[in-house]
């Protein structure tokens, strides 16, 4: 975690990183669900 990285990755560009992390954001949710319905679905079956 170096501060030279973090702040090339705001000054390079910001608008892009924040697109990035919301679409990372959703995918983790869309992750998430998909794996609770998967467990779900498991112990359905037994």
Known sequence: MSPSDGS???S???PP???ERANMGKADIVIALVLRLT???EFAED
């Open 17 to 19: 990183a924040t697109d």
């Open 8 to 10: 090339l990755s705001k």
């Open 12 to 14: 390079d560009r910001s």
């Open 39 to 41: 467990l779900y679905d």
